[in-house]
């Protein structure tokens, strides 16, 4: 499993922990915001099966992150901050955020949830200022264009997780923290959509003026419209929220066109990466093969069926629906593509390493 972006040719897949992926907790984010649309759908069993799955899924990723900083500190730590791969990191945040409004809106466990929103914070903040302050003081910096890709809006959907479980959270418990929840939800909406500006800026410059291969095209540039549609799930929640909080009510007009702006955004950037997509997959013949980076694209369109149905609602349009079926319809078979491939790997995987250790003067493949 690779820990980083590269430009050559997929390899052959290899199980080590060494070289585990940063950003694998993409797959709680996937399966947590699938889980998610299919209840707002009312697809219950969908819903409970996918939520018990991820309980176990992240149960796993946090043995196995530990297990790797405590057998492989210099390279668990190195990942960290390298600009390539320490972003993936903020998917532990993010998954921990989503397991929260999962365990709130699914099965009412506020104990829990209230645990895992406030290690989402945490999270958030240790990773947040070590990350970025160690890109900000290493003294040996890459270029523009093999320093950033779209997995630095991992930042945006993490801090906008807390948003949206900020706002679960605040709707389902009384005073006196109620307000300050919704305050805390607000301030890191408005601050992760501040984050995607300046990143965004950034990555749509290397798209224009930089010398772009199919490698350079890395599954977590869909993260490009997943940051815009986690922004309008979270804004949507503030919106049904503001009657609950005089604040908000004042901001209204505010909070509602910033959410269509967000929405409006996310959704430019469909069709942008389908057309990108075929020219790498079709016109360059860029082999389709797993890579835990690819739950950073499967994300992406969980979250725009769930922030679109949401956005329906709190703006009382009505005429929504039909393109978040689309939409959910399209995750559920990319998520369960990419689960299928996930599962292939790690067969083949396991058995080479045991082929390997019946016959070791073979070597290694």
């Not at 410059?205 to 490009?224: E, K, M, V």
Request: net charge positive; proline share 5%; charged share 10%.
């Amino acid at each position: 499993m690779k820990s980083a972006i590269d430009n050559s040719q997929p390899e052959r897949p290899e199980l080590r922990l060494a070289d585990m992926s940063p950003a694998y907790f993409g797959l709680v984010m996937a399966t947590g915001i699938i889980s998610l649309a299919a209840f707002m759908m009312r697809y219950d069993a969908l819903a409970s099966g996918l939520f018990y799955l991820n309980i176990g899924q992240y149960s796993l990723l946090c043995v196995l992150y530990g297990l790797r900083a405590w057998r492989y500190p210099a390279r668990f730590f190195g990942d960290m901050v390298a600009h390539l791969t320490g972003p993936g990191y903020f998917t532990a945040v993010a998954g921990t955020g989503i397991l929260a409004s999962q365990v709130m809106v699914l099965s009412d466990e506020l104990r829990v949830g209230k645990a895992l929103w406030g290690l989402a914070v945490v999270l958030w903040l240790g990773l947040t200022y070590t990350i970025f302050t160690a890109f900000t003081v290493r003294r040996d910096k890459p270029t523009l264009d093999r320093g950033i890709n779209g997995g630095w809006l991992l930042a945006v959907v993490a801090t906008q997780s807390l948003s949206v479980s900020s706002a679960l959270l605040a709707a389902r418990i009384g005073q006196p923290y109620r307000l300050e929840l919704n305050f805390f939800a607000l301030s890191t909406w408005l601050w992760g959509g501040m984050l995607y500006i300046w990143m965004m800026a950034l990555i749509f410059y290397r798209y224009a003026f930089f010398h772009f291969s199919p490698g350079d095209l890395s599954p977590p540039y869909w993260i490009n419209m997943g940051a815009m549609a986690i922004s309008t799930l979270a804004g949507s929640l503030l919106i049904l929220n503001a009657p609950q909080a005089p604040y908000l009510a004042s901001l209204l007009p505010f909070l509602k066109g910033f959410t269509i702006f967000y929405w409006a955004t996310g959704s430019w950037w469909i069709p942008m990466l389908l057309l990108l997509g075929v020219w790498r997959h079709i016109y360059k013949r860029f082999p389709l093969r797993y890579d835990p980076l690819y739950w950073g694209a499967v994300f992406p369109l969980g979250m725009y069926a769930a922030c679109t149905w949401q956005l329906d609602q709190a703006m009382e349009f009505g005429f929504l629906t039909g393109l978040t079926h689309a939409f959910f319809y399209i995750a559920v078979a990319a998520w369960t593509a990419t689960f299928i491939g996930m599962l292939y790997t790690l067969a083949t995987s396991f058995m080479a390493l045991s082929r390997r250790a019946s016959n070791p003067g073979r070597g290694r493949y």
